[in-house]
């Protein structure tokens, strides 16, 4: 469903991205893994269409892509989280899910209704909050919320959009212990509902979650394959697992 | 995001009321909404520019246009360029109200005022609201859930300068005298000092600081001739204390 070919991205002398292809098949869970600073943010920005790439195609369920901004792809099933946690923090959880559920449902020149005051958005924001386990703290305003708990939000955004697609870039980032475990059981869950592509440094969670996994080094996809074969490669162990293991 | 041109729209609110009456048309059902218009025109214009840029960008870019338009004014010398035009007539209305009576026209401009505030609470807390702000707390979390921020702000930029416009409709009438001096960048930084003051994140918070900029004014000018000289220095001591304006001295702090 996403078809990725050489994408290639320079940052002056840096090739942040080196023709990298790539595919999502329909419901798998694809994790990108590789050291720091090798160009996984880069990638999935690319994506997520925050950055246009030097060269190269994104298909997108049969469509090209590449030149459509970031909005327009969100709007057609492509959600993304951010590593470094980026919500509305002056709103309430509540109303940063809600805002997720108006920005699926339509256009929004709406100027009369009170927004707050529309079961049609805070219905499903609600659901959505109690689905990852955030529905005892729905009227918090954001910026009093813990750090897992935004990221905890930041997925149930994602998921208000309906998406076909999830990019998690790092969702795991800064966790503590219990919280990571309470992630990957929840990431587990989303499994085989939605395609998903992850990119994760906690190898524990990527192994156990993911169907297939690509590497990433210095802005090249070095291997693709199932966990196991992954964690077999030579290649792959003197260039990354081998910092871990 | 702040504009530091919206004086362009009250000027040309004002001369499209004067520049009617010279013409003829005093008629206050044809004035005002053309006035609305015209400035809804212009914002739109100004703001597909400007609205591509933020921050000081985009408080220059209006300053900008709002300079333009005040040097057009002055160079406009049918319509007495720098000194301005006296207004022929105050717009009628059908023999409905008199707007030459004090009283019937402050009962005009406050019951248009309240309108405005209540639509301005109304727009606030609508969807559209709260793309804008959501816009303003989080741009790209905003794209990210696929709002595209740039014609929803377009569309706010227009409301403002149409509600820009009736103000300059009534600004004409008020004065009975209109000058280019209206769209110039002082008119606008007078109008900063108002929202500023009274807080920019609330409704109530602009229309707080019109009335407390105008009265500080007035009580300084009883006292001394030279009361811009104590009114600067106040203003500074409110942004460094007051950092949510005056409606900040109302709110109950976040929990």
């Known amino acids: 469903m996403l078809e990725v070919r050489g994408l290639t991205k320079s940052f002056g002398a840096l090739r942040a991205s080196d023709g990298i292809d790539f595919d999502v098949r329909e419901r798998e869970t694809h994790a990108v893994i590789g050291p720091n600073g090798a160009g996984k943010t880069t990638f999935i920005s690319q994506l997520a269409g925050d950055l246009r790439p030097d060269a190269g195609r994104i298909v997108f369920g049969g469509e090209d892509v590449t030149a459509l901004p970031a909005p327009r792809r969100a709007r057609k099933g492509l959600a993304r989280s951010f590593q470094i946690t980026s919500v509305y923090n002056e709103f309430s959880a509540l109303d940063n899910v809600a805002l997720a559920v108006q920005a699926r449902s339509g256009h929004s020149y709406r100027f009369w209704r009170d927004a707050r005051r529309d079961p049609t958005l805070r219905e499903p924001a609600r659901l959505l909050l109690d689905e990852v386990g955030l529905g005892e703290r729905a009227n918090v305003v954001a910026a009093n919320m813990s750090h897992g708990e935004h990221r905890q939000l930041e997925v149930a955004m994602a998921l208000a959009l309906e998406p076909r697609l999830l990019l998690l870039d790092e969702p795991m980032a800064?966790?503590?212990?219990?919280?990571?475990?309470r992630m990957i059981g929840f990431i587990a869950g989303l499994k085989g509902r939605y395609s998903i592509v992850l990119v994760e440094h906690d190898m524990d969670a990527v192994?156990?979650?993911?169907?297939?996994?690509?590497?990433?080094?210095y802005g090249r996809m070095i291997a693709t394959g199932e966990p196991q074969a992954i964690r077999a490669n030579p290649e792959v162990r003197a260039a990354y697992l081998g910092e871990d293991a | 995001m702040v504009s530091f041109g919206h004086a362009a729209f009250l000027a040309l609110g004002a001369y499209v009321v004067g520049i009617l009456a010279f013409y003829g048309v005093t008629s206050g059902w044809l004035q005002w909404p053309i006035a609305i218009g015209a400035c809804a025109l212009l914002a739109a214009a100004i703001g597909a520019v400007s609205i591509r840029t933020s921050g000081v960008y985009f408080i220059m870019i209006t300053l900008a246009f709002a300079q333009m338009l005040y040097y057009l004014g002055i160079s406009l010398d049918v319509y007495g360029g720098d000194d301005g035009m006296r207004l022929k007539s105050r717009s009628t209305f059908s023999g409905l109200v008199d707007l030459s009576n004090a009283v019937s026209f402050y009962y005009v401009c406050l019951a248009l005022m309240?309108?405005?505030?209540?639509?301005?609470?109304?727009?606030?807390?609508?969807?559209?609201g709260m793309v804008i702000r959501a816009a303003k707390s989080n741009e790209a979390r905003s794209r990210a859930i696929g709002f595209s921020p740039?014609?929803?702000?377009?569309?706010?930029f227009v409301i403002a300068g149409a509600m820009c416009g009736l103000a300059g409709a009534l600004y004409a009438n008020h004065t009975n005298y209109i000058t280019p001096g209206l769209a110039s960048w002082v008119q606008s930084g007078d109008l900063m000092f108002m929202v500023i003051l009274g807080g920019m994140a609330s409704t109530a918070g602009p229309v707080l600081g019109a009335f407390a900029l105008v009265i500080a004014e007035e009580i300084l000018k009883g006292w001394t001739e030279h009361w811009q000289a104590i009114l600067g220095p106040l203003l500074v001591l409110s942004v460094i204390f007051f950092k949510r304006g005056l409606a900040g001295l109302f709110e109950r702090p976040h929990a």
Request: glycine fraction near 4%.
């Open chain 2, 114 to 128: 309240l309108l405005a505030i209540y639509l301005t609470y109304r727009i606030v807390n609508s969807r559209f």
């Open chain 1, 174 to 181: 800064g966790m503590g212990i219990e919280e990571s475990q």
């Open chain 1, 207 to 217: 192994f156990r979650l993911a169907d297939r996994i690509s590497v990433l080094v």
């Open chain 2, 150 to 156: 740039y014609r929803y702000r377009l569309t706010a």
